[in-house]
């Protein structure tokens, strides 16, 4: 595969890797995707909006740069941002690739840091020298000011130009949560839903704070991701239960919808409306409860990513898959090209699963 | 923002369908733009303002308790930073009111005697602006339909839009433009549960107005507090999903939500 450079959301050229339940494999154009739903399925959708969560500014015991990537919330509530967990780096910005970032100074809690407009303090270290739980200076008007104004939305090398907030808000996007953006989600926009509707294939969202998908070093990342809160509404719960009740399929849209859904329903009474933190790891052990087909960016064996579709097809498909990726020369990364992977085995008829469901 | 549980205030609320609705105003300092965050606030909404200037901005929201945004619609970067402070603050968004205008050049002048900057300039924050923030917020308005609250976007339009005033030619081509936009929105959003309204609020004794007209007879004017209760009325209505039965004053029939002429009265 080769990496997106580009910051499009939707390429026109834009390709579509289809494996269905049984392991086989269609080559397709992204804009055909509705072609590959039925009447009767739900596409679930993350509406989170991506917040600029890198913060250039200055470690003030020491004098020395640092960029500050906000990774997390320690604080309940939509509004509120005041104290978060994050992750330090040294001097330099996204064109230096993560892992060759010069290490931050020896930080401590009670550390005082200047970040443009913001005043924080690091309250705390978290087990790692790069680790923090970070508390703004100021009321929650004033952070979300300082951050629409100094923030920029994490990025990586692989993109060369520096990303501005639209490029990172995929078309659905509400409330600003995540701190990466809920990238399967670009292939979404309002054409699309307009075309779910005349199908009979119904929409819904749910809201997951994507976390950060690599810190650049091999310990913190092996933490990753951090819980991620998630929010179900009442109505998306409804419409999982209908479709469900009438044999339609789930369709998440990202790895995100996965994570929250089927964390939503390991409570065992269906999916579960409201909010809970997504702290499992899905992969090829992952008896799939909710989610029949997860459409998703093209990932390299290895990734968190790569691991959670393992959930849904076996090794043999996704190694053909993989290939596949390659010897037509998919785009991979954020802005590349997408997957679209249907449970193997699914069978609505067999009675086990169908009385499950049905409970569900 | 705390809240603490009221049985009183919760009767109260339920009673009042814009108790607890979130409402972002752009223009929120002067004018119909503030009358409109006095009367929300009162009614108990949850309002987020924007507007340019910091100082008013920060005096505005301390008098109200509505969040103060700092930002300029006109300006293409200014736009997410306002949507994202307005969607992180209020938790959602149900009502989007656009209403910051620029008359465009100031004394008002016949189009021949137009700087192309002051017509780009009132194209800029009355027709790119409202579009490019609702764009931004089209995720947020959509998600509060599912959810079964409501989404409305109100776009403040004027009578200008519809009649062709000699001297008013930047700012009527824009809103004429803003109406039109509105309509197609309209059109397009049916489906997804959001709805658009291009309400007319009539001569209002505003700022605006003053510069416009600074000869005017004030008494004539309607006072502004008059004018954002009957958008708040139209607001409400759509809001509860009959606008696609209004009917426009000129008495041509359904034209979904979009009102060609004032509000009432």
């Known amino acids: ?360 | 923002m705390a809240q603490t549980y009221n049985p009183a205030a919760r009767r109260t609320r339920r009673a009042d369908p814009i108790a607890g609705l979130r409402v972002a105003i752009t223009g929120g300092t002067f004018g119909l733009g503030l009358a409109l965050v006095r009367e929300f606030v009162v009614r108990g909404a949850r309002v987020a303002f924007v507007a340019r200037d910091r100082a008013r901005v920060e005096r505005i929201a301390t008098a109200t308790g509505a969040f103060g945004i700092v930002g300029d619609v006109a300006g293409k970067e200014d736009i997410h930073p306002i949507a994202m402070q307005v969607v992180g603050l209020l938790g959602g968004l149900d009502l989007l009111i656009n209403n910051a205008s620029s008359l465009g050049s100031v004394p008002l002048r016949p189009l021949g005697d137009t700087d192309c900057e002051d017509l780009e300039l009132a194209l800029a924050t009355n027709l790119v602006g409202p579009f490019r923030l609702t764009k931004a917020l089209l995720g947020a308005l959509a998600a509060s339909a599912r959810e079964g609250r409501g989404a409305v976007v109100l776009n403040v339009s004027s009578d200008a839009a519809i009649n062709a005033y000699p001297g008013w030619g930047a700012y009527g081509v824009s809103k004429a433009a803003l109406h039109h936009l509105s309509r197609i929105w309209q059109e397009e959003f049916a489906t997804q549960g959001v709805r658009f309204l291009s309400l007319d609020p009539g001569d209002m004794d505003t700022p605006l107005h003053a510069l416009a007209v600074p000869d005017a007879d004030r008494a004539t004017l309607k006072r502004p507090e008059t004018a954002a209760r009957e958008l708040i009325a139209a607001a409400t209505v759509a809001l509860a999903g009959r606008s696609g039965r209004q009917r426009s004053r000129d008495g041509g029939g359904a034209d979904a939500g979009v009102e060609v002429a004032a509000a009432s009265g």
Request: glycine fraction near 10%; charged fraction near 20%.
């Open chain 1, 1 to 360: 595969m080769i990496a997106a450079r580009e910051p499009q959301q939707r390429a026109p050229d834009a390709r579509l890797l289809v494996i269905e339940a049984d392991g086989s494999l269609t080559h397709a154009a992204r804009v055909g995707l509705v072609d590959f739903l039925r009447r009767g399925d739900l596409v679930i959708g993350n509406d989170a909006a991506t917040l600029p969560a890198s913060l250039h500014g200055v470690h003030l015991p020491t004098g020395a740069a640092i960029e500050v990537r906000l990774a997390g919330r320690l604080a309940r509530g939509t509004a509120e941002l005041r104290r978060c967990i994050a992750i330090v780096f040294g001097a330099g910005d996204f064109r230096t690739r993560t892992e060759d970032r010069p290490l931050p100074p020896a930080l401590a809690a009670g550390d005082r840091l200047a970040l443009g407009p913001l005043a924080a303090m690091i309250e705390r270290m978290l087990d790692h020298p790069r680790l923090i739980a970070l508390r703004f200076d100021g009321s929650a008007t004033e952070v979300w000011a300082g951050l629409a104004r100094h923030g920029r939305p994490i990025q990586y090398a692989h993109v060369s130009l520096p990303l501005a907030l639209w490029d990172v808000w995929t078309p659905i996007a509400g409330p600003p949560v995540a701190f990466e953006p809920p990238s399967a989600g670009f292939a979404l926009d309002w054409q699309l839903l307009a075309a779910l509707r005349d199908r009979g294939i119904g929409f819904a969202t749910l809201t997951h704070a994507a976390g950060i998908s690599s810190t650049g070093d091999a310990i913190l990342d092996r933490r990753l991701p951090f819980h991620e809160p998630y929010l179900i509404p009442v109505s998306t719960a409804r419409a999982i239960r209908r479709t469900r009740a009438r044999g339609g399929r789930i369709v998440a849209v990202g790895t995100t919808v996965v994570r929250a859904l089927e964390h939503a329903a390991s409570f065992g009474a269906g999916v579960r409306p409201g909010a809970g933190f997504a702290n499992q790891r899905i992969g090829a052990g992952t008896r799939l409860r909710v989610v029949d087909a997860v459409l998703s960016g093209t990932h390299e064996p290895g990734s968190s990513h790569y691991d959670l579709l393992r959930a849904f097809a076996d090794d043999a498909t996704l190694r053909e898959a993989s290939a596949a990726l390659d010897a037509h020369h998919y785009r991979t990364h954020e802005f590349g090209d997408s997957m679209l992977v249907e449970r193997r085995g699914r069978c609505i008829s067999c009675s086990c699963e169908s009385a499950e469901r049905a409970a569900a």
